[in-house]
């Protein structure tokens, strides 16, 4: 078989939503769904779906090649669980300095130090266009000053 008779073959899946069960479901180039059975891990395993139907049961293993196409801005499914992470974290810092009354034990780490380099992890590994409007690095190196200084 030569690459053009490859890619002939390739399905192209569309995302078009999650699931009741939070598995993404995508949709390809002849309308047949698909569902990722690891719930949007960096290696899916899809299924066919039983009925075709959007909430219907994952069925059969996909046994052809295929690849995802993303949207122009749309965020894969580990970007967006790094955005909820660091917004959680942003969360947990307010809460800490606030009603948490500067208690380690309220922080998902325990510990502020760690907190902070993962919050700065976590933005680093975004680029330039994918950093966060809603938290800035200035802002993480602020709830570093307020939580990680001796008073």
């Given amino acids: 078989m030569n690459m053009s ?3 002939k073959d390739t399905l192209k899946l569309q995302l078009i939503g999650t699931d009741f069960w939070s598995r993404p479901v995508y949709k390809d180039q002849h309308g047949q769904l ?3 059975v690891t719930l949007g ?3 899916p395993d899809l299924c066919s779906v039983v009925d075709n139907a959007f909430d219907g049961e994952p069925d059969m293993q996909i046994r052809r090649p295929f690849i995802i196409l993303l949207k122009e801005g749309q965020v894969d499914e580990i970007k967006r669980f790094q955005y909820q992470m660091l917004d959680r974290y942003r969360c947990d810092c307010d809460y800490y300095l606030g009603y948490g009354n500067r208690n380690s034990d309220v922080l998902p780490l325990k510990d502020e130090r760690k907190l902070i380099e993962e919050m700065k992890r976590i933005w680093l590994s975004f680029s330039e266009e994918e ?3 809603w938290l800035t690095w200035d802002q993480i190196l602020e709830y570093e000053k307020a939580m990680c200084s001796p008073n």
């Fill in 131 to 133: 950093k966060p409007k």
């Fill in 5 to 7: 008779e490859n890619m």
């Fill in 34 to 36: 698909w569902k990722d």
């Fill in 41 to 43: 891990s960096n290696q």
